[in-house]
Every structure is written in structure tokens, then in C-alpha cells.
């Protein structure tokens, strides 16, 4: 699990627009911005290499990868500050970590036919995961405890139509993998007058090849002082999916009915500084 201390995202090296709300002792706010750029755009600067680098070196610094997405939306950022400082943050470049650097490949669906029209060419390797594949679940602060729980988010509260205080839906980074398909990492965020609840979901399809999704839900009813974090992993190869691959292009027609390979509850307890509730 990355922590905020460990992340290098710094908020002033990129222009954005920004919106916040109040849910008790939380302080929410989102950034929005543009696309990272393609090159450095202070060459000057950066080459100082006096920690003030532009936002693409800092992304070449940070990142062990060869390339990024085709489109990384580096301020982006959602944060939930609690008044005691508790921080739970979801950006890309944290999420961009995690992608392996090494990796069993995936082909694309034409892959072997075109290895067979070539039976003398050599099979280029890919040192890195080229989906961009990523199991990030946030960014906290080290004074968030995280606890294994039982205890489920409460999707018929969610259900409700209540009045939404606050919503919006940030695409942290997007790759259309060269035409074959789509790697997406998005966040939402739904502030209620009860309770907040945010959705992290990476979203993979390789068309005629397989479709994967990780999700990391987080779940706060007011005037409790924890968030329920359930995460949920999902694959399946394309062949094994009983609908029609039209319906595969939207997440939200195709992941309900991927299989489960992976389904954690947490408990992450916001402590007070001066008690243990907040």
C-alpha cells in the first residue's frame, strides 16, 4: 500500500481546477486538469535537477515503466482529508507504480495469426505490462489503521434515492492498447447527507481476448470513525463471457458477470488525537 509520504505528486506544478465539501470532520476535494504533456515542456528547469521538474519528468522520474498511457491525467487527484490529518488520496502516478515491470504477456487476439504468416520472425518481447494492469487501492497516511472486518458496505442504503450532496467521476488515466481494446483507471466519489462512498475501478478489455477488472469501494457512514474498503478482483477470457462482444465494450454491461478471483473487506480506522473515535 502506498502512502502519501511516499508519493511525489505535488499540487503546485500544475494549473487545475478544484471543488471541495465539508462531511463532518472530512475535508473532500477533487482536481481537474489536462492531458500529460508528451515531453518535458521546462527543459531548462528540469535539467537543473533541483527538484522542481515539470509534470512529465517528474512522471519519467517517479516510474520504472518504458511509456505511459496515451492519455494520463496527472492532477486528477481525489483526496478525502480527515481534521485530525488522515488522508486517503487516489491519483495516477501512485496507481502507475504498481503496474509490474515484468510480466506474463497477453497477446492480442491476432497475434497468432500473424505469427503463423511469419513463422521466421522473431516474437518481440514486452518487458513491462503493456495493459497498464494496476491492483491500487488509494494512497493513506500512516495514521490510518487498516484491520480485516467482516462487516459489508451497505448496498441498500446506496440504493436509496437520497439527495447527492456532492458527485464526480475522474479518469485518472486511459489506453486504448493500439486499437485492441481499452485500459481505463477511473474514481468516483458520492457525498449523501448519511454517508460517503467512492469507486476506484480499473477496467481492462483485450478485444476477443480476455476482459479484467480490480475495484476498491470505500464506504463512511457519519459519525463513525472508520471506512469500510471492500476490493474486489475480477477476470475472465473473453470466450468464456456469454454475451455477445458488442456488450463487452462498457464496464458496467460486462463486469457483473465476470467471475471473482479476489474479494478483500477492511476496515481503515481514522483515529482522533486524542481518543479513538472521531
Given amino acids: 500500500m502506498l502512502t502519501l509520504e511516499e508519493s511525489h505528486v505535488d499540487a503546485r506544478r500544475f494549473t487545475s481546477n478544484s471543488k471541495s ?3 463532518g470532520p472530512w475535508h473532500i476535494s477533487y482536481d481537474i486538469s489536462c492531458i500529460l504533456p508528451s515531453v518535458c515542456s521546462t527543459k531548462v528547469v528540469c535539467e537543473r535537477n533541483d527538484d522542481q521538474f515539470c509534470q512529465f519528468c517528474v ?26 490529518g ?14 509490474a515491470c515484468t510480466t506474463e504477456a497477453i497477446e492480442v487476439s491476432c497475434a497468432e495469426a500473424w505469427q503463423v504468416a511469419r513463422p521466421d520472425a522473431t516474437k518481440k ?8 494492469s494496476t491492483d491500487y487501492k488509494g494512497t ?11 462487516e459489508k458496505i451497505n448496498y441498500e442504503l446506496l440504493k436509496q434515492k437520497d439527495q447527492i450532496l456532492f458527485y464526480h467521476d ?4 486511459e489506453d ?4 485492441h481494446g481499452i485500459s481505463k483507471l477511473s474514481v468516483k466519489i458520492r457525498v449523501m447527507p448519511s454517508y460517503w462512498f467512492v469507486l476506484l475501478r480499473y477496467f481492462l478489455r483485450v478485444d476477443d481476448v480476455m476482459v479484467r477488472s480490480h475495484e ?10 472508520y471506512v469500510i474498503r471492500e476490493y474486489t478482483a475480477k477476470e475472465s477470457k473473453a470466450e468464456d463471457i456469454q454475451i455477445p462482444a458488442s456488450q463487452m465494450k462498457e464496464a458496467d454491461d460486462v463486469i457483473p458477470i465476470l467471475p471473482v478471483r479476489e474479494k478483500t473487506l477492511h476496515k481503515l480506522i481514522v483515529y482522533s488525537d486524542s481518543s479513538c473515535s472521531s
Wanted: aromatic fraction near 12%.
Fill in 140 to 150: 493513506l497516511t500512516d495514521n490510518i489503521s487498516i484491520e480485516p472486518t467482516d
Fill in 170 to 173: 475522474l479518469t485518472l488515466f
Fill in 176 to 179: 486504448e492498447l493500439h486499437d
Fill in 86 to 99: 488522515a488522508k486517503i488520496s487516489f491519483n495516477p502516478l501512485d496507481a502507475l507504480k504498481l503496474v
Fill in 21 to 23: 465539501i465539508e462531511f
Fill in 125 to 132: 518481447k514486452r518487458n513491462f505490462d503493456w495493459t497498464f
Fill in 216 to 225: 476498491t469501494r470505500m464506504f463512511h457512514m457519519s459519525n463513525t470513525n
Fill in 59 to 84: 512522471y519519467c522520474k517517479e516510474l520504472t515503466i518504458p511509456h505511459f498511457p496515451d492519455m494520463v491525467f496527472p492532477k486528477n487527484i481525489l483526496t478525502l482529508t480527515h481534521n485530525n
